[in-house]
């Protein structure tokens, strides 16, 4: 297994583009590298993006944060604009693992690594960011719906690298939220997640909503029901009570060792819910 | 001070200067700077790193095993088959004390022959250059499996045309206790109430997977380093290598954790077998996912309680059946099914009293000796039903536990007369006390305060003939010298023994010298297990250095012109208590004592209290040298809609007889707290048809850093243990009630109970949708 770090993206797309065998990319290593042990992928040649400096920044852009690939979630978590426009992304994003995972781990490692139940990206869907890809053919932006395409699978091309998640601007009286369930405090995958992200109205009346939820289907979903039942009212029991419902409906999870189809789809709606309300309290500042 | 106890072990108030203080323990700063040395650390030179090839069937014939290829890889030095070892292929599995050899029955084979009898059993050994090339040989071995019919429940496996994994019959051990009459008891019960209980399997996680190092030296003799809780095992390596046993030397670094899971033996003889065969170092590391199957987890329970009671509280008969299933070798499973016997009835005085208990053998994971040993899960089981008899009763469930407990002086299930404190009901109070208020219900959050008891015994099973032995020594200089060969697993087990020598000597803890862990250089101490390592090898150091003390007095009186009974030890110094200005330094004196001749040094041996067994009609014996008695309390939150059960606190009130070192009993208390809320809320080995599904740390649950409630540990000291000054065994004592009190907790905040363990979000949100409709249709 070939090794490299390069420092530019050109480079980088150049080693990818052309590399004989299967090549992957590495970030924080902190998926990459569990399944490198295990024996689970076997690359010929492991790039290595952290050593390219554009990646590593996060700018401020149209109102909004352009995040790169190589941003650990700990930078990320203490970057006081990104905290106060997305709040419920960055909580998402320091989720990941523990203080050590921290440290290594990035938003786009987690979301190209392509997990059901990835938490950072019902956060990411929520807010309707943008992945911007780099590849042999250029540069293309896509919503971070799409990069993923089944569990393990994504629409990269060969040679292509996502290098940064774009979170755009947002009215005032806005709020976000994530909240995921496990059995325990951390350090374990998701058995569902669920994001909310809300714009109020003076009157405090919800105006525009995306509700997003994982680990209940193979790919991190977009509950439009959700956000429909929502728009138009105050966040009232019944509109709370219709976003757990249309949460629920939403999913289509598999039995596992870490939860039923019945426990699944019945936390998805409550955890909908409750990110509802805290993206609700939020918004209202 | 706490009160004084009466019971007839207990030992007056004597004025202690170490014991009992709150002191760093002396092992503390090499492991935090990182240099303790543990057993996968040593490197030598020449070393061969080996791996093993586990079975990934529970169930199957091996038509052949193919090494040809593996053993022509360059770089790799021994591959070994059953084919390769001794005829007998089999090791010990037994923990024999003084008695001797251990049972056939508790044989093994070293590695599977014609069969596989489990997930994991060990079919080959391979020793190589490295470890990556090692696992290219373990890939390169063929081995031809025909799977065949298992059975992997402990009830399935009793049925007349079960396939048979162990004996004629799958039965692995029985006992029953009969004991007054329990057809009249329940005929003067007001109220019968029975409840089957069932727990899981759970894995010990030690920090430190196994790991050991084995070399052939230039006395031919066989030596192994290893992480394990028993270096008297080198007995059982020799035996399994036709050796004698004077030719083996099994010693133990400092050991990262072993809750018993090192008890029996893990990975030495195959270290043992590699290093003969190669005549070169062999290094083995278990990874985590193959530490999960290379020792056995904690026995699945199924116990059902029929309890008599009478209106007022008053216990009127129990019959009990208890269940264990022991997958596919006995280990150990016999005596953890005694403990779960006497256990069975907790530290309630029952009459009329009636228990089988069975333990059963499977295809599942061979099941073996953790922290708790059987009592743990007879606690949990039994404090569910006194929570449930209090219920039916309506009365408050301390008060009823008061109305039963069992009493100094009083017989234990199997008419063992109690002589220490039994201070139960002072601990109860105490713990629930400390709970304080019950937070309010809000939303979708409920609480509930849940406590529970137990009587653990500490000391092995007596007619094992338990002994330890102890050296102390003092030096010319005046500094002093322990030799006893106790492992230290961590709980402090090195550390105390200073502690007891330097209070018997006068001298601080932190200057004094212990030699552990090997026992071809130190006295054989005995094993760290079974709640013994304090009480024998401590109780030994103290007789030890008492007749160091009193053969110095004797010197010392002609010089201060005193009796030997006028003179104390304390700050270093030897001094006449009633007039301390007369006194010389512990320096001084050494020298002045090795001038004359004295005696400085002594070996002492400790000898637990012997029995022979128990009547096998009857059940009825004196099984254990003593008990430990206290509780636990704890508050839980419960989440109404996703079921997530939080604990807020959780208290520990224990009589530990004497607290050596207050620090490590508070150490004890509280990684007991996290190890029964993991049992009690997340962990539990998943095993389909035998075949382990969560042997990870990213799959297996057990509670993080995060998941540490607020704990609060309370220390009483009656004085009344056997072991030195009074103390009594607590390193199973302290665990065993911990799940039982959060079960309990989440039944009152729920208002229903779960009767299977682990209480997962899923099990109690469907225990309170349940209720829910219950409630509606009412
Ligand atoms: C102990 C532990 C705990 C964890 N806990 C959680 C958790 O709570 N929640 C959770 O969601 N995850 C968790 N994870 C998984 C992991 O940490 C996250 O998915 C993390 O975000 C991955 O980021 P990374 O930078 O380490 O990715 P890497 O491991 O470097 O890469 C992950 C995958 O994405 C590809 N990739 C990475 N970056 C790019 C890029 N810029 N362009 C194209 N492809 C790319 C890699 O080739 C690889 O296939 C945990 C992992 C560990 C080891």
Redesign the pocket.
Known sequence: MQYEAPQTLDAAVALLADARGAA????????????LRSGAIEPDLVVD?KRIDELKKITAEDGGYRIG?AVS?AELGEHEGVRALWPGVVEATE????TQ?QG???????L??A?P????VPAMVAADATARIVGPDGVRDTSVRDVATGPGQTS?GRG????SIFLPARPARSGDAYLRFIPRTE????VVGAAVSVSLDDEGTCVAARVSLGAVAARVLLVDEGARVLIGTKLDDDALQALAAAASAACSPINDKRGTIEFRTDVAGVLARRAAQTAFERAKG | MNQVDTSPNAIPNVNLRQVGKNKPRNDSPTKVYGKAIYAGDLIMDDMLFAKVLHSDRACADIKSIDVSVAKTLPGVHSVLTADDLPATNAVMTDMPGQVGGGTKNTKQPILAKERVRFYGEPIALVAAESYELAQRALDLIVVDYEDTEGVYDAFDAQKPDAPIVYGNDNIVAAYKVRKGDIEKGFQEADFVLENTYSSQYQEQAFLEPEAAVAWVDEHDILNIRSSTQVVEHFRAVADALGMPHNKVHLQAPYVGGGFGGKEVMTIEVWLALLAMDAQRPVKLKQTRENSFISHGPRHPFTITHKTGVTKDGKITAAKITLTSDAGAYAKLSPYILLYATVGATGPYRVDNLWIDSTSAATNNLPTCAYRGFGTMQATTACEAQMEELSKLIGLDSLEFRRKNFIQTGDPNATGQIIRSAVWSDQCATKAREALGDKPKSTEHTVYGHGLACYQQSYGRIRWMKDTSESWVGLEMDGTLIVRCAVTDIGAGQMSALAQIAGEVLGVPMEEITVYFGDGHVNPLAGTSTASRALYMTGKATELAAKNVRNNLFECMAEYFDVRPEELDLGDSKVFVQDNPERCMSVKDMAKHCAAQGVHRHSLEIYRAPPSEGLDPETGQGEVFPDFTYGAHAATVAVDTDTGEVTVIKSVGAHDVGQSINRQAVEGQIEGSALMGQGFALSEELILEKGVLKNGSF?EYLIPTSEDVPEIESIILESRSGLGPFGSKGIGEPVFSPVAASIVNAVADAIGTRIHHLPLTPEKVLTAINEEKTKEAAE
């Not at chain 1, 139940?117 to 950072?120: C, E, F, I, P, Q």
């Not at chain 1, 292509?160 to 290098?163: F, H, M, P, R, T």
């Open positions: 992957r990319v590495l970030a924080g290593g902190t998926d990459l590298l569990v399944q993006i690939a979630g989720l990941i693992g523990s995972v290594r781990a990035t938003m786009a490692g987690n190209c690594n997990s139940a990835a938490d950072s990269l292509e690298i996502v290098v350090m374990d995958i998701a | 990213s």
